[in-house]
């Protein structure tokens, strides 16, 4: 059980290190959909750091396509109250049932509101190295999220995916055409986007992001994220659906390239020469702060992030 509380307190306290949470956190709770196009919806959270008493949990982004029969989730949410509100909200545009709820990686606030929809007789879509991350952190993802909540998650059980992928695939899913695209561990083991080439839509989990700085944290793969950014750039979407913060455009895909790779190479420059990792901060800090800075809610704290997570992966 330390273990695991370990492994979530990495993954899940990185946010606050990233920024403070308050200041994103707002009183409005209302589960509003954002239309995109005539038939991709985003149910933007209107937090971001970690689940708390005030934001009660509720902190990523959910997006959902409705097909000729149903409805395609992309994210369930960290808790089946969460996870009602979002059925909720998505009846306000189509009575159609969620007939498949996708989970972009394992970490819990993006899946742990699979029971809600699977009931229903959702089929569950995530990559199976996900799964494997799932089944050892979820029960104390639970424990974690009501406790620090105050119990405003209320009761979760798990649902593990049944649609199991195991590498990059294309699909048709009631006559929509989607690609699901392996970012090969770059944020967090069984990463997948999601893509539909016909609308030129991604959607990213926290691979991809908008008002917020990437997150490196110690089992994702920089060299991979930076990798899979450029192909994502490459696809040049019209609409980027990240798991945190607002849609948004290519031109943050092509920024957090820029930005990820500049910093990666001067950490390992600066390691190489011996320096320590206050050094390369300041460094790194002093010269990309007017390029980056405005474009980032959160530079001075990620920054710091960044440059930690970075150089420790250096004496691996």
């Given amino acids: 059980m330390l273990k695991i509380f370990k492994k979530l307190l990495i993954s899940f306290s990185l946010i606050v290190l990233l920024t403070n949470s ?54 369930s949410g960290s808790s089946e109250l969460i996870a009602k509100n979002i059925k909720q909200a998505i009846k306000t545009v189509t009575d159609k049932p969620v007939r ?4 972009s990686h394992s970490h819990a606030d993006h899946w742990l509101g699979n029971a809600e929809f699977s009931d229903s007789g959702a089929e569950i879509i995530a ?12 029960p104390g993802a639970i424990d974690f999220f009501s406790r620090i909540t105050k119990g405003a998650t209320g009761s979760t059980r798990i ?3 049944t649609w ?52 490196i944290i110690d089992h994702g793969n920089v060299d991979n994220l930076i990798n899979t950014l450029q192909a994502v750039a490459g696809l040049n979407p019209t609409i980027v659906l990240p798991g945190h913060g607002v849609p948004t455009t290519v031109n943050s895909v092509i920024r957090d390239a820029d930005l990820l790779s500049v910093v990666w190479d001067r950490v390992k420059e600066g390691y ?24 980032y809610k959160n530079f001075d704290e990620a920054i710091k992030q960044q440059v930690h997570e970075m150089y420790n992966k250096q004496k691996v």
């Fill in 22 to 75: 308050v200041l994103a956190e707002k009183k409005d709770h209302n589960f509003t959909v954002t239309p995109v196009t005539k038939n991709v919806y985003s149910i933007i959270a209107p937090s971001y750091g970690l689940p708390s008493p005030e934001n009660k949990g509720w902190n990523s982004n959910s997006h959902f396509v409705v097909t000729d029969k149903g409805v395609l989730v992309f994210d």
């Fill in 100 to 103: 498949w709820v996708v989970n």
């Fill in 127 to 138: 990559s199976a190295s996900a799964k494997i991350i799932m089944k050892q952190d979820g």
């Fill in 159 to 161: 649902r593990h995916p």
């Fill in 164 to 215: 199991l992928l195991t590498q990059s695939e294309k699909r048709n899913i009631d006559g929509v055409d989607v690609e699901f695209i392996f970012a090969n561990d770059a944020h967090s083991p069984g990463d997948i986007l999601m893509w539909l080439p016909k609308q030129k839509i991604i959607f990213g989990g926290d691979v991809l992001n908008s008002d917020w700085m990437p997150i």
């Fill in 272 to 295: 190489k020469a011996g320096k320590n990792k206050e050094e390369i901060l300041t460094q790194i800090s002093t010269t990309l702060e007017q390029k980056y800075k405005h474009l």
